[in-house]
């Protein structure tokens, strides 16, 4: 069994993230790393694989990656994700970012504001809409962003030098903020830099605001992010995608 950081749950509803060692197995992180590249060499013309001057993201990776696609069934995901969830819980999303001396990149303070699903459907308060990687995409009202939860599993050790995340705690709290709120935010509340090792992983809410700066080494930095939820959408809409984690009460 994995063992989980003391007060797991309420760790995460009061700071919105917390880390975990030792999530997967060097020879499970080796695996998952070959699939990666296999995949990157036979989808060099998917919009979904972007590229510059080197690969730094995969959309849909767990579509591209069926290795990936599978980690809902494995056990310490479901540790991770059921008692925040619930054991009906379903991973509705998968990228993949790569950082490395090739595609070495930052990223500004955020929020993870928008979900991916199989069409267009005019619902109340979802906008605005997007397309990326040919994939419809919409910004959902902040009630089913609480009910999520992100997963972001690490193939190599990720520390402040090669761009590990950064997070302000409790942010999330605030809920969908505009550019004045999350500026204000930034100046009032120290960030915490989410060093984690190979086969570790960052739990994170999507309403906390996130950052990440340029590595300042030459490690490789490569993060499998999956995002999970507590249940399905608002009909008529539904996930791109959704698979049940294996339920530990089924084991």
């Given amino acids: 069994m994995l063992e989980l950081p003391p007060n797991y749950t309420a760790v995460i509803e009061e700071r919105g993230f917390t880390t975990v060692e030792n ?30 001057g080197g690969v730094y993201a995969i959309r849909n990776v767990t579509e591209v990656v069926p290795e990936i696609r599978a980690l809902h069934r494995h056990p310490r995901i479901a540790q991770l994700v059921a008692p925040i969830l619930g054991d009906h819980a379903l991973l509705v999303r998968g990228l993949m970012f790569d950082k490395s001396p090739k595609s070495n990149w930052g990223i500004f303070w955020h929020q993870d504001l928008s979900i991916a699903v199989r069409q267009r459907e005019d619902v109340p308060e979802f906008g605005p809409w997007s397309v990326k990687a040919g994939i419809q995409h919409v910004q959902p009202p902040p009630d089913i962003l609480q009910t999520m939860l992100t997963v972001r599993l690490h193939l190599d050790d ?16 605030s809920s969908r903020l505009n550019m004045f709120e999350s500026e204000k935010l930034q100046q009032t509340t120290a960030p915490v830099t989410c060093s984690v090792r ?17 590595a300042t080494d030459i490690a490789r930095r490569r993060v499998i992010h999956l995002e999970f939820s507590a249940g399905p959408l608002p009909e008529p ?15």
């Fill in 23 to 52: 999530v997967i197995s060097l020879a499970e992180v080796e695996a998952l790393q070959t699939a990666i590249e296999r995949a990157l060499i036979e989808s060099r013309d998917d919009t979904s694989v972007r590229d510059r």
């Fill in 237 to 251: 809409l539904q996930w791109y995608s959704a698979d049940k984690i294996t339920s530990l009460t089924n084991k």
């Fill in 198 to 214: 190979v086969g570790g992983a960052v739990m994170m809410r999507p309403l906390l605001l996130h950052s990440s700066h340029r």
């Fill in 158 to 173: 990720c520390m402040e030098s090669n761009g590990a995340l950064r997070v302000l705690p409790g942010s999330h709290r």
